[in-house]
């Protein structure tokens, strides 16, 4: 597709459910982002993809959560044991990933209520 | 660290009037600069962006920003606000010392506009 497409755009699961939410990156952006996104917090790093390799995890909260990316392309991001504090939209974006800073391509996000 | 700070989590201005949004950062090394948009129910686009050069950076939907090292500012500023710039405005600073083209956000300021 011409963006970065995440589903399921809208996720509502009890408390102590795993969840899997699913990024389809621009093609040809070897470079990808996890973000969470919380009322009144700003955007959250959780974790980034140079190709399937994640240099990055700094971010993830706790050991509950999870991402793989496969075949340079399409990541999943996993949340085991959801608990309600997990609540929050999560964004994803992407980019060429090459030299300087650049411009994220964000999809329209994921948004997790946990009952 | 890169860090943002957005003073004023709220602004409300009337149409027609000046839109001034304020973004301060801190940087050890020469930043680049970004400031965001998203509007409800989207994903976030890019409105413009400082790396080097003229300090006076020209956005998308006639917004511009001015990078001032002296005073570790980039705020965002349009003449005249229009009923279609209410959403909310982002902050960020590329992450050095991180991944390699994370940012690191602020915490939002939501723009409203008033007939």
């Known amino acids: 597709g011409a963006g970065v497409s995440q589903s399921p755009s809208n996720k509502v699961t009890e408390k102590g459910k795993d969840v899997e939410l699913r990024c389809d990156p621009i093609s040809g952006h070897t470079a990808l982002y996890w973000y969470r996104q919380s009322l009144g917090q700003g955007l959250e790093f959780l974790i980034y993809?140079?190709?399937?390799?994640?240099?990055?995890k700094s971010g993830l909260p706790s050991d509950r959560f999870s991402a793989e990316r496969t075949g340079g392309s399409v990541s999943t991001l996993t949340i085991q044991r959801t608990q309600q504090e997990d609540s929050a939209v999560y964004l994803c974006a992407s980019s060429l990933g090459q030299g300087l800073p650049g411009e994220l391509f964000f999809g329209e996000g994921s948004r997790l209520t946990v009952l | 660290a890169q860090s943002v700070t957005q003073l004023g989590s709220h602004v409300s201005v009337s149409e027609g009037a000046l839109v001034l949004l304020r973004c301060n950062y801190s940087s050890s090394v020469p930043p680049y600069l970004f400031w965001y948009v998203q509007y409800p129910n989207q994903g976030l686009q890019l409105l413009l962006k400082y790396t080097t050069g003229a300090t006076l950076v020209k956005g998308i939907n006639g917004f511009e920003a001015e990078f001032k090292k002296s005073e570790t500012s980039f705020h965002l500023t349009k003449p005249s606000a229009h009923m279609s710039d209410a959403a909310e405005y982002f902050c960020a600073v590329s992450d050095y010392g991180g991944s390699q083209g994370n940012l690191i956000f602020g915490k939002g300021t939501k723009l409203s506009v008033k007939p």
């Open positions: 993809f140079q190709g399937n390799s994640a240099p990055d």
